[in-house]
């Protein structure tokens, strides 16, 4: 079984087997438990509008039962050993996790082999797990600000699958049938969308080993690849009634995970991340017109997004505009060099982090597998931030403010919030 020389760390390993699984072993024998993950080339992004929320229906059911076990079966089988059990579901990708007793690796990989390669989809269960589904959607739609990326997002990217939800709408959900669901999976979970993850105290070769047991005769299929966008813009607004806030996102296009997207992140970070960074010191603590604000940037496979968020009061909403427009063109013509280091220094931090997490460790190196083809090094990240000049973020906060910024707002609006929302943003 060849090993792919992807990285040059020495507890990261990656090996192929035939039919395109590829087997990601982090080796970290100071751990007591082992982390173990299936993950799958396949989310909303991939779907089309009538199986909207599908990826995020299989992740709920894989676990409703298989060929030889049912649901309780599952369970007790999982934490007879004491492991937890989750999963979850994102635009890019789809995973399933179990953490236990590094002993115990091997069963843990045959198990989510089991759940992911022969779920059976019971009818029964799929209704019942249908109004589950409706009662997560009822609480993600009382969300103001969660409604407000909706929006944001849909802007972004019009009719592109990109911009819709992980967990689709009512009507999608109520449609989806178990015909469905077995389609979709057969079609979308196949070798070479597939990454067996494990970090612990165990060796390379033999989760790679466990790994054929229970992949290698799976089918290879394609690799499940979408087409980037175009990213669209504009300004969206919805009411909610009982909501006394306006919530807002603020975002502007950068480059996606294979681009010089490095640029974007050390902005996001110096801009909006803390409480000493220009956006929470001028709208909070100078001038109170918020409680809270953040600044990020979104970099996924397909593209970017730098994104301010923030609640205000209605009649806060076109000063809190103006600063933020007035601070993104300060950066644009100076960057402070105390700033500059704060954001890389608290980049930094979060690298480390996240590092010192099997499970997040774990994910970004399988991302970095899906939409890289390589696990990058642990200081790669650092040093493409510290590479990032003074210039260069110039460079980006000018970039942000020539592209077509994108708008969302909910909550309680003044009347003509969203026409002045459009003329402040054609002067900037």
Same mark, same amino acid.
């Given at each position: 079984?060849? *090993?792919?020389?992807?990285?040059?760390?020495?507890?990261?390993?990656?090996?192929?087997?035939?039919?395109?699984?590829?087997?990601?072993?982090?080796e970290?024998?100071q751990?007591?438990?082992?982390?173990?993950?299936?993950?799958?080339?396949?989310g909303?992004?991939?779907?089309?509008?009538?199986?909207?929320?599908?990826?995020?229906?299989?992740?709920?059911?894989?676990?409703?039962?298989?060929h030889?076990?049912?649901?309780?079966?599952?369970?007790?089988?999982?934490?007879?050993?004491?492991?937890?059990?989750?999963?979850?579901?994102?635009?890019?990708?789809?995973?399933?996790?179990?953490?236990?007793?590094?002993?115990?690796?091997?069963?843990?990989?045959?198990?989510?082999?089991?759940?992911?390669?022969?779920?059976?989809?019971?009818?029964?269960?799929?209704?019942?797990?249908?109004?589950?589904i409706?009662?997560?959607?009822?609480?993600?739609?009382?969300?103001?600000?969660?409604?407000?990326?909706?929006?944001?997002?849909?802007?972004?990217?019009?009719?592109?699958?990109?911009?819709?939800?992980?967990?689709?709408?009512?009507?999608?959900?109520?449609?989806?049938?178990?015909?469905?669901?077995?389609?979709?999976?057969?079609?979308?979970?196949?070798?070479?969308?597939?990454?067996?993850?494990?970090?612990?105290?165990?060796?390379?070769?033999?989760?790679?080993?466990?790994?054929?047991?229970?992949?290698?005769?799976?089918?290879a299929?394609?690799?499940?690849?979408?087409?980037?966008?175009q990213?669209?813009?504009?300004?969206?607004?919805?009411?909610?009634?009982?909501?006394?806030?306006?919530?807002?996102?603020l975002g502007?296009?950068?480059?996606?995970?294979?681009?010089?997207?490095?640029?974007?992140?050390?902005?996001?970070?110096?801009?909006?991340?803390?409480?000493s960074?220009p956006?929470?010191?001028?709208?909070?603590?100078?001038?109170?017109?918020?409680?809270?604000?953040?600044?990020?940037?979104?970099?996924?496979?397909?593209?970017?997004?730098?994104?301010?968020?923030? *609640?205000?009061?209605?009649?806060?909403?076109?000063?809190?505009?103006?600063?933020?427009?007035?601070?993104?063109?300060?950066?644009?013509?100076?960057?402070?060099?105390?700033?500059?280091?704060?954001?890389?220094?608290?980049?930094?931090?979060?690298?480390?982090?996240?590092?010192?997490?099997?499970?997040?460790?774990?994910?970004?190196?399988?991302?970095?597998?899906?939409?890289?083809?390589?696990?990058?090094?642990?200081?790669?990240?650092a040093?493409?931030?510290?590479?990032?000049?003074?210039?260069?973020?110039?460079?980006?906060?000018?970039?942000?403010?020539?592209?077509?910024?994108?708008?969302?707002?909910?909550?309680?609006?003044?009347?003509?919030?969203?026409?002045?929302?459009?003329?402040?943003?054609?002067?900037?």
């Open positions: 079984m060849p *090993s792919a020389p992807h990285t040059t760390d020495p507890d990261t390993h990656v090996a192929a087997l035939a039919n395109g699984v590829r087997v990601l072993t982090l970290l024998p751990l007591q438990t082992v982390h173990v993950s299936i993950f799958v080339r396949t909303s992004q991939h779907e089309s509008a009538r199986e909207h929320g599908i990826s995020h229906m299989v992740e709920h059911m894989a676990f409703k039962g298989t030889d076990r049912n649901c309780q079966r599952i369970n007790l089988d999982a934490e007879r050993l004491g492991a937890e059990v989750n999963a979850h579901t994102d635009k890019d990708h789809t995973a399933f996790h179990m953490v236990g007793h590094a002993r115990d690796a091997q069963q843990f990989i045959a198990m989510l082999g089991d759940i992911v390669r022969h779920c059976s989809f019971p009818s029964e269960e799929l209704e019942r797990e249908r109004q589950v409706l009662h997560e959607l009822t609480e993600d739609e009382d969300d103001p600000m969660s409604t407000a990326f909706k929006l944001f997002d849909q802007r972004c990217y019009g009719s592109h699958p990109l911009a819709r939800s992980v967990i689709g709408t009512r009507a999608s959900i109520g449609r989806i049938t178990r015909d469905d669901l077995l389609d979709y999976t057969q079609r979308q979970f196949t070798g070479r969308n597939l990454i067996v993850g494990v970090a612990g105290a165990v060796s390379a070769k033999h989760t790679a080993a466990w790994a054929q047991a229970a992949f290698g005769d799976m089918p299929g394609q690799p499940n690849r979408v087409a980037a966008p990213w669209i813009g504009g300004v969206t607004s919805r009411r909610l009634a009982g909501c006394p806030q306006t919530h807002l996102v502007f296009p950068i480059p996606a995970l294979s681009g010089d997207h490095h640029g974007g992140v050390l902005a996001a970070a110096l801009f909006g991340d803390g409480m960074s956006l929470m010191d001028e709208l909070r603590e100078r001038r109170a017109l918020v409680y809270y604000a953040a600044c990020s940037a979104d970099v996924s496979e397909l593209g970017g997004q730098f994104v301010i968020e923030a *609640s205000t009061a209605p009649e806060h909403v076109d000063a809190f505009f103006t600063q933020v427009l007035r601070l993104l063109r300060e950066q644009a013509q100076a960057i402070d060099p105390v700033a500059l280091q704060r954001a890389r220094n608290q980049i930094e931090v979060r690298e480390l982090r996240a590092q010192e997490s099997a499970s997040r460790r774990l994910e970004a190196a399988a991302l970095d597998l899906f939409f890289l083809g390589r696990v990058r090094a642990r200081d790669e990240r040093s493409r931030m510290r590479s990032v000049h003074p210039a260069q973020l110039r460079e980006t906060f000018a970039h942000l403010l020539a592209s077509r910024a994108t708008v969302a707002m909910t909550g309680k609006l003044l009347a003509g919030a969203r026409v002045r929302v459009i003329g402040q943003l054609s002067g900037a």
